[in-house]
C-alpha cells in the first residue's frame, strides 16, 4: 500500500540563517535565570536584553544597524535589577514595556530613528507588583492596555494612557505564573503556572472560566498560548522529563484533543504562533534546533511539518510580527535566535517558482491600528484585530507620539475615576508613589546642584594652580 502523503503548502517550509555580516554582534545577552525570549522585534526595532552592572538595561537597534555593536552604544537602562521581559506594543513601534527584579513595569519611547543617547526615563512607572515582573504583554486589539504578572503571583492590566491598574487578578495562582497569553480578540487570557494547572480567565468579569490540573505531569516549566480559533496550545514535561505539547478545547478541558511526546531534553519550549498560517514554532531553550508544525481540524491536528537545526544553542529568541517580512521572498517566519555574543536572524520560507504576490500564503493579517481605545475594553467592548493586505509590502505609518499620555496621566485622573467599580486597585498608593517620587526629584535635584558647586569650585581651584605654574616656568 502506497501511503498517502498529506497535503499542505507548507510542507517544505524551510529555515535558513543569514550570512555573518546581517548578524549583530558583541551583543552581551542576559544570563539572568529566566525563562522568557530576551528578545522582542518589530518592523522596525530589535530589543535584546542585556547584561547590566548596576541595574538592569536592554539594547534598541534599528534592524539595518547589522554587523558589530559598540560596546559604547547607548541602551534602555532605568531599571535598578535586572530586566526580566520585554514587549513591543503592537500598535506603535516606537513603544516597549519592560518588567524587571524591581518589581516595576516600564513604559519606553523609543526616538524614530533608534537611540543616539541612553534612555533613562520611561514615558511611566507602573508599580504595583510587591515582588519581580517576569511577564510582560500587549492588548492585541486595544490601544495602551498592558498585563504584567509577577512572582508576587498576580496579574495586573494596566491603563497606560492614565499609569492606572484598573484590574488586579491577585487570588487565582496559588503559584509562580510561568506565561500569560491573550486570546485573538483580548476578550480572555490563559495562564500556564507552576501549580501545574492552566486556566482561561476572564480577567474583566474576574473569574476562572476554565482549568485543567496537571495538563503536563512534569515538574519543569509550561506555557500556554491561545490559538486564533480559540483551542488553547501548551507545551510541558511528561512525569518521565519528556517534552510534550497539546492542545485543548477550553469549552471542555477534560481531555487534551491531541497530545504529542517529542523528547527528553531539559529546556522550555517557548511557542511562537502564526495565526495566518496556523503555524506553531517551538524553540526550546538551550536547544540548537526550532521545530514547526500545523495546526489542522483533521485529526492528529498537530502535524509535524520540519525542523531547522543549527549548531549553535539558542539563550532566546524573538519573533517579527507578519508584517515585518519580505512578502517578496515568500518569507513566513523570521526569527532572532540569541547567541551567548549575538543575534543571529534566521528567515524561514515556503519554495515558489513564481515572482507573484502569493496570496495563499498571506492572507490578510493583524495591521498597526488598535481596535478599540482603553476605556472601551475595560468597559466591556471587544473587538477583532484590524486586519491589513501585505500585497505591496507594510510601509511604517507615522506613529502616534506616546507624550500624549503623560498629559493623559494627569488630566484623566477625575475621569479614570468613574471607572472605580472596575478598578480594583486602590488608589491611595499611586498618591503615595508620587509624593515619594517628588521627593526622590528634589533629593535628586539637590544631589546634582552640590556636585555642580563642587565642579565650579574645583574648576577655580584648578586655573588657579595652572597660574601658578604658568608663573613657575616663566
Given at each position: 500500500m502506497r501511503r498517502v502523503v498529506r497535503q499542505s503548502k507548507f510542507r517544505h517550509v524551510f529555515g535558513q540563517a543569514v550570512k555573518n555580516d546581517q548578524c549583530?554582534?558583541?551583543?552581551?545577552?542576559?544570563?539572568?535565570?529566566?525563562d522568557s525570549s530576551f528578545c522582542a522585534v518589530n518592523p522596525r526595532f530589535v530589543a535584546i536584553i542585556i547584561?547590566?552592572?548596576?541595574?538592569?538595561?536592554?539594547?534598541?537597534?534599528?534592524?539595518?544597524?547589522?554587523?558589530?555593536?559598540?560596546?559604547?552604544?547607548?541602551?534602555?537602562?532605568?531599571?535598578?535589577?535586572?530586566?526580566?521581559?520585554?514587549?513591543?506594543?503592537?500598535?506603535?513601534d516606537q513603544v516597549i514595556a519592560s518588567g524587571s527584579e524591581d518589581c516595576t513595569v516600564m513604559v519606553w519611547q523609543i526616538p524614530e530613528n533608534g537611540l543616539t543617547l541612553s534612555l533613562t526615563e520611561p514615558v511611566v512607572i507602573l508599580e504595583g507588583h510587591s515582588k519581580r515582573v517576569g511577564i510582560v504583554a500587549w492588548h492585541p486589539t486595544a490601544r495602551n492596555v498592558l498585563l504584567s504578572a509577577g512572582c508576587d503571583n498576580a496579574i495586573i492590566i494596566w491603563n497606560v494612557g492614565t499609569g492606572e491598574a484598573l484590574i488586579n487578578l491577585d487570588d487565582m495562582h496559588s503559584d509562580m505564573i510561568y506565561n500569560v497569553s491573550w486570546s485573538r480578540n483580548g476578550s480572555l487570557i490563559c495562564t500556564a503556572s507552576k501549580d501545574k494547572k492552566v486556566r482561561v480567565?476572564?480577567?474583566?468579569?474576574?473569574?476562572?472560566?476554565?482549568?485543567?490540573?496537571?495538563?503536563?505531569?512534569?515538574?519543569?516549566?509550561?506555557?500556554?498560548?491561545?490559538?486564533?480559533?480559540?483551542?488553547?496550545?501548551?507545551?510541558?514535561?511528561?512525569?518521565?522529563?519528556?517534552?510534550?505539547l497539546a492542545l485543548w478545547n477550553p469549552k471542555n478541558m477534560q481531555e487534551p484533543i491531541a497530545l504529542h511526546e517529542m523528547d527528553t531534553s531539559n529546556g522550555v519550549l517557548l511557542p511562537f504562533y502564526d495565526p495566518d498560517t496556523s503555524i506553531i514554532y517551538l524553540c526550546g531553550k538551550g536547544d540548537s534546533s526550532i521545530r514547526y508544525f500545523e495546526i489542522t481540524d483533521e485529526s492528529p491536528y498537530v502535524h509535524y511539518l520540519n525542523t531547522f537545526s543549527s549548531k549553535e544553542p539558542q539563550r532566546g529568541?524573538?519573533?517579527?510580527?507578519?508584517?515585518?517580512?519580505?512578502?517578496?521572498?515568500?518569507?513566513?517566519?523570521?526569527?532572532?535566535?540569541?547567541?551567548?555574543?549575538?543575534?543571529?536572524?534566521?528567515?524561514?520560507?515556503?519554495?515558489?517558482?513564481?515572482?507573484?504576490?502569493?496570496?495563499?500564503?498571506?492572507?490578510?493579517?493583524?495591521?498597526?491600528?488598535?481596535?478599540?481605545?482603553?476605556?472601551?475594553?475595560?468597559?466591556?467592548?471587544?473587538?477583532d484585530p484590524i486586519l491589513i493586505s501585505l500585497k505591496h509590502g507594510y510601509i511604517p505609518g507615522k506613529n502616534r507620539d506616546l507624550k500624549v499620555v503623560k498629559k493623559n496621566i494627569l488630566d484623566s485622573k477625575p475621569a479614570a475615576n468613574k471607572k472605580s467599580e472596575l478598578s480594583c486597585a486602590p488608589k491611595k498608593p499611586t498618591d503615595t508613589a508620587s509624593v515619594q517620587n517628588e521627593a526622590k526629584l528634589d533629593e535628586i535635584l539637590k544631589e546634582i546642584k552640590s556636585i555642580k558647586e563642587t565642579i565650579s569650585s574645583q574648576d577655580e581651584r584648578i586655573s588657579k594652580l595652572e597660574q601658578q605654574l604658568a608663573k613657575m616656568a616663566a
Open positions: 549583530y554582534d558583541d551583543i552581551r545577552v542576559s544570563r539572568v535565570t529566566w547584561e547590566a552592572s548596576g541595574g538592569g538595561a536592554f539594547l534598541v537597534l534599528p534592524l539595518h544597524k547589522t554587523g558589530r555593536i559598540d560596546k559604547s552604544y547607548p541602551t534602555v537602562c532605568g531599571h535598578t535589577g535586572p530586566v526580566l521581559d520585554i514587549d513591543w506594543c503592537p500598535h506603535n480567565i476572564d480577567p474583566r468579569k474576574q473569574e476562572i472560566v476554565a482549568e485543567k490540573e496537571k495538563a503536563h505531569e512534569g515538574a519543569r516549566p509550561m506555557r500556554a498560548i491561545f490559538l486564533a480559533d480559540g483551542n488553547v496550545f501548551t507545551t510541558g514535561f511528561s512525569r518521565m522529563s519528556e517534552r510534550q529568541m524573538g519573533y517579527m510580527p507578519k508584517r515585518g517580512l519580505d512578502v517578496n521572498k515568500c518569507e513566513i517566519a523570521r526569527f532572532f535566535k540569541l547567541h551567548e555574543r549575538k543575534c543571529e536572524p534566521i528567515i524561514m520560507t515556503v519554495p515558489r517558482k513564481s515572482d507573484l504576490f502569493q496570496d495563499d500564503l498571506y492572507p490578510d493579517t493583524a495591521g498597526p491600528e488598535a481596535a478599540l481605545e482603553a476605556e472601551e475594553w475595560f468597559e466591556g467592548k471587544n473587538a
